[in-house]
Structure formats: structure tokens, C-alpha cells
């Protein structure tokens, strides 16, 4: 992959900690910089605190203490300018079953402020793009997952924004809109857009990723440029990574004879 200079920081957490209880802190003071053009591979186990550090990254989620600058606006202060620049694709696809997707889409351009005719053209190109051009007057709530995931994907892409962040964002597709989705995704780092891209899916983070941040217990463990990673002694893999972090303690094993008596 072309390395890149990075010249300016689009995500910038300082010192951030987000707690849900006394008891429970889904993030415990992590600090970390994304720059322009960057695709971060944000990774950890369920539980880590990685859809929490999105939630607050795009607005929708108050935190304790820290700062948090998108672009140089402050998320606590500005909460709505940051949402004017970004895009979120989340976790789990909750659309308006009763809507089209041209309905729906169409209600997002026209909240994102965009042109008709601009809107119409960005609506067509996506939905050829993922193949669903056929289903855009279906009901929403009639769509396979697959179809439903390229809706959110192309809702939180119409307004072309600066800052992406992705959530899981395959889930539901089939192969060959993940290899559409991931061309997007080179296509989009070219125009120099900043992507926080969140998975399970080692592998493809691996790929695509130009830094990978690992989070763990709400803290940050690794935070390192893909590159520099897998030149370093020993690396194989970020799945063989991922297993060395945890300890022999942390590190569930199981005898898997017996399992189904």
C-alpha cells in the first residue's frame, strides 16, 4: 500500500474516559490521532469499548471527562457540526421499515441539505453500484439484510462526508459487495477522506487498515501503523497478534471432547 504523510489530524482524543456506572468504565482515559487520508482499524473483543469510542466520536454520546476534536471541532461543544461532516455506518441497521429506500434516502439528503437533482444522481450511482437499483420502491422492512446494509452504507456516504466511521459494516453483505465495499473504501481513502473503521474481521482490517489501534478493557493496548507492524520480528498475522496480547489466564481453553454428551 502507498504510505502516505499524514499533515493534519481529523480525529484527535485526549485523555478520554466514558463511564456507564461507578462500576463500569468502558473507556479509561485513552488518547489517540487519526489523520487526513487514514484508515484506522479500531479492533478489541466484545466489550472493549470500541462502539462506545464511535458513539462519542460522531456526538450521539456524552463522556466524563477528556477531549474530543473531529476536524478541530470540539464534540462536546459542537456536537452538530461534527455530525455535518461525518458519516456512521452502525453496528445494527435500524431503518423505517415502512419506507422505500428511495423514501428513505431521499429523507436523508433532503435533512443532509442536498440538492434534487444531486441527490437523484448520488441515489442512482449507489444503488447500481450495490446492485439493489431494482428494490429502491420495495418497502425497507421486505429487504434481505444484505440489501438493508447497502442502504445504510449509502445513507451515511450521500452527503460525501469528510470523516467515515464504520461499525461492522459488512454485516449481511455477500462476497461480492464486500469486494465492492472494499474498492469504496480504497476510493475513498484516494480522495483523502478519514475512515475509523471498527470489525471483528481481522483480516480484512489487516488489509485495509494503515493503522491499527486495539482496545482492551477500555484501554488502549497497540497503537501502531499497519506498515511499521508487519515489518516488526515475529509478526505473522493480526489474528496470531490478537491471540498473543491475552494472557494464559485471560485466555479461555476448552476440551472440546465430551462437548456434546
Excluded: W
Excluded at 9 to 36: C, H, Q, R, W
Excluded at 85 to 90: A, D, E, F, L, R
Excluded at 182 to 192: M, T
Excluded at 216 to 233: P, Q, R, Y
Aim: glycine share 6%.
Amino acid at each position: 500500500m502507498r504510505i502516505v504523510l499524514f499533515t493534519k489530524i481529523m480525529i484527535d482524543v485526549k485523555n478520554l474516559t466514558k463511564k456507564y456506572s461507578p462500576e463500569t468504565t468502558a473507556l479509561d482515559n485513552i488518547s489517540f490521532e487519526t489523520g487526513k487520508g487514514e484508515i484506522c482499524g479500531y479492533i478489541g473483543t466484545n466489550g472493549a469499548g470500541k462502539s462506545t469510542t464511535v458513539k462519542i466520536l460522531i456526538g450521539v454520546l456524552e463522556f466524563d471527562s477528556g477531549e474530543v476534536l473531529v476536524n478541530d471541532i470540539d464534540v462536546k461543544k459542537d456536537s452538530f457540526e461534527v455530525k455535518k461532516i461525518t458519516g456512521y455506518v452502525p453496528e445494527t441497521a435500524n431503518l423505517f421499515n415502512a419506507l422505500s429506500p428511495a423514501e428513505y434516502l431521499e429523507f436523508i439528503g433532503t435533512v443532509r441539505d442536498l440538492e434534487p437533482r444531486l441527490l437523484k444522481r448520488r441515489i442512482d450511482n449507489f444503488s447500481e453500484m450495490f446492485d439493489f437499483k431494482d428494490q429502491l420502491n420495495e418497502s425497507i422492512g421486505n429487504l434481505s439484510k444484505g440489501n438493508k446494509q447497502k442502504v445504510l452504507i449509502t445513507s451515511a456516504l450521500l452527503h460525501n462526508p469528510e470523516v467515515i466511521f464504520f461499525d461492522e459494516p459488512l454485516n449481511g453483505l455477500d462476497a461480492n459487495s464486500i469486494f465492492i465495499f472494499q474498492d469504496l473504501v480504497s476510493y475513498l481513502v484516494s480522495k483523502r477522506k478519514t475512515i475509523f473503521y471498527c470489525s471483528h474481521l481481522l483480516n480484512t482490517i489487516e488489509k485495509v487498515s494503515t493503522k491499527i489501534i486495539l482496545i482492551d478493557k477500555g484501554k488502549i493496548v497497540l497503537d501502531v501503523k499497519t506498515e511499521d507492524l508487519k515489518n516488526s520480528a515475529n509478526y505473522t498475522d493480526l489474528e496470531d497478534l490478537f491471540r498473543n496480547l491475552k494472557t494464559d489466564t485471560e485466555s479461555k481453553k476448552y476440551s472440546y471432547e465430551g462437548l456434546f454428551d
